[in-house]
């Protein structure tokens, strides 16, 4: 039986190679007519009927958006034996490959990335989506020309709009160390919050290197949620031994708070504090540099000694001479 080339499934298109599975299959490709690199995005031949439907949905969801830091559909094929959809290429890979290379993000990425994350919020939000699934394997980056990263939100597979019905049943789709603690108790009752607490575990990360509650340190399911349902985070510690800027501090408090009604989600009060705290950063990092002895910074003033030719001459220091006040306006000026 002759071999059929996976290109036959996504005409149009040439695979260069795939990028990762997850509930579904990613490929880097390029497109034929243009040269452009794309990422497609397909399920297996003979998926099931829901699977599909979550596809459909989320291939329409993403392409009625259009916003820098939410990634852009460029084609929807789902009337295929293999339904796909092409998004655009974003050549820095996600946020699990960074951490994964570097361990964790500086304090000044970290508050780009959840001011970056808000404006996605802002725009998903308000058309009543909830996406249930904010993780590192959700967000990429690509590097800027100035050193800078921009980041976008991609995956909305399992998202679900607030009007509707629960898009999943149970707990087998969500990804438990970013769950919040309602995606446990109260599945079908998630609202806007739940995407707060989830970056605050995705900043957390960041921030520290580690999530504040992970599958492998539990002894089972049970312990684990229970630790979400339950136990304030681990006090967050970075890497650098640096401090945590105050208002950052308070964002993750916030949004890592148990109950939903008392988390921070207000997206205009979350890019509040992160640009406090981009402010505190700045401020520490400038105290720094102050305390900074002379000597041992780079560029210091020349110091000239006389040349020997030249005798130091010193010269005899005068009294001071004490000016007394003259008349009544004089000796009021002087008290």
Known sequence: MPTVSVNTHFPGYEIIGELGRSNARVLKARHLATGDLVAIKHFTLNTDADTLRRFRLESQLMTD???PNVVRVRDVQLDMPMPFIVMEWVEGGNLRTLLGEQGYLDVSNTIRLGLQMAEAFKVIHARGIIHRDIKPENILFRPLPSGELHFLLTDFGVARIREQSQTMTGQSLMTYEYASPEQFDNPRGVDEATDYYSLGVVLYECLSGKVPFSMTDSAGIA?????????????????????????????????????PAERLSDVNELVFLLGQANVEQLQASRSVERRIPVASRTMTAPVYAPRQSEPVISMPEEEPRVVQPTGLLGWLSFL
Not at 231 to 254: R, Y
């Open 223 to 259: 312990t684990f949620m229970g630790h979400v349902l339950r136990t304030p985070p681990p006090a967050l510690v970075l890497p650098s031994g640096k401090s945590v800027p105050p208002s950052l501090d308070t964002i993750l408090e916030w949004t890592l708070a148990k109950n």
């Open 65 to 67: 958006i259009q916003h």
